[in-house]
Nanobody, 123 residues
């Protein structure tokens, strides 16, 4: 059973930066596709960024120019660095894992989810 724990959320001013972390346990992390989704209040959960088991990265257009996803397999952790934050980035950010190593845009493809971390961007 894979367990995921996010951290790093908080309150930040518009234009600021933050780094989210997702620590994994209970599986073979280095082979997993790892992704970040987010869900704003009253909105659908949407794909933000992903990194495959082979290290390929993918981003939503809305964050592509100001985000970096990375992984440290020695620490079983995936990171999401975001800069130039906007109020519309306010959401609960979730990480998820795909044991097959791929990255997919739809939440239904993922069996393992963290509990989420709140990011609030003030204007």
């Amino acid at each position: 059973q894979v367990q995921l724990v996010e951290s790093g959320g908080g309150l930040v001013q518009a234009g600021g930066s933050l780094r989210l972390s997702c620590a994994a346990s209970g599986g073979t992390f280095s082979t997993y596709g790892m992704v970040w989704f987010r869900q704003g209040l009253g909105k659908e959960r949407e794909f933000v960024a992903g990194i495959s088991g082979s290290g390929n990265t993918y981003y939503a257009e809305s964050v592509k120019a100001r985000s970096t996803i990375s992984r440290d397999n020695a620490k079983n952790t995936v990171y999401l660095q975001m800069s130039s934050l906007k109020p519309e980035d306010t959401a609960v950010y979730y990480c998820a894992a795909h044991q097959g190593g791929g990255v997919y845009l739809f939440r239904s493809q993922y069996n393992y989810w963290g509990q989420g971390t709140q990011v609030t961007v003030s204007s």
